[in-house]
């Protein structure tokens, strides 16, 4: 049977920690399915279709990733998508407590599902993608801490006359 993992996030944008870490699990899982987070709520800078357009674009169709937008509880996304398991990056031990009380809310909603904690290069450990919306608006280089495609992407909003200000 195919082992496949689910790996939730906002993606707005998706770094090169978050490609490491779909790396990673690719050699524990058959398969990986990205789930971008559609939260009419959270204002982000990219477009639930953008985002998922450039997460496609990183990963061709043989890398065993599939991406899907979502929305609602991730328990549902994952029983829709058959199967249990959740993936989430974990950089420093200030991530822990909230990744802790999301996996053990997602525990309690649905008793089947288990989280896997993975640790991303070393590298890595500091970028976040509001780091990099910070520092690419201030200016600073982003190159190697995010896909080409995103960072042609950022260039391209910072072309438009709104710009990337009002969003970091
Ligand atoms: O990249 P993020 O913003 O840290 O990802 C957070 C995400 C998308 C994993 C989390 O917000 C989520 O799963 N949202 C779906 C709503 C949900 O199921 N909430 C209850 C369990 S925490």
Known sequence: ???????????DPMTNGHVDIIHRGLKIFD??????????KKRTLFSTRDRVQMIREVFSPRDRVEVKAFRGLLTDFLRRN??????????AVSDFEYELQMALMN??????????FMMPSLHFTFLSSSLVKEVFTLGGRIEGLV???VERRLKDITRKPKGLRQYV
């Open 107 to 116: 525990r309690t909603l649905d008793p089947t599902v288990e989280t896997l």
């Open 31 to 40: 398969k990986i399915i990205v789930a971008v987070l559609e939260n009419p």
């Open 1 to 11: 049977m195919e082992k496949k993992a689910v790996y939730p996030g906002s993606f």
């Open 147 to 149: 896909p080409v495609v």
């Open 82 to 91: 058959e199967t249990n398991t959740v993936i989430r990056g974990l950089r």
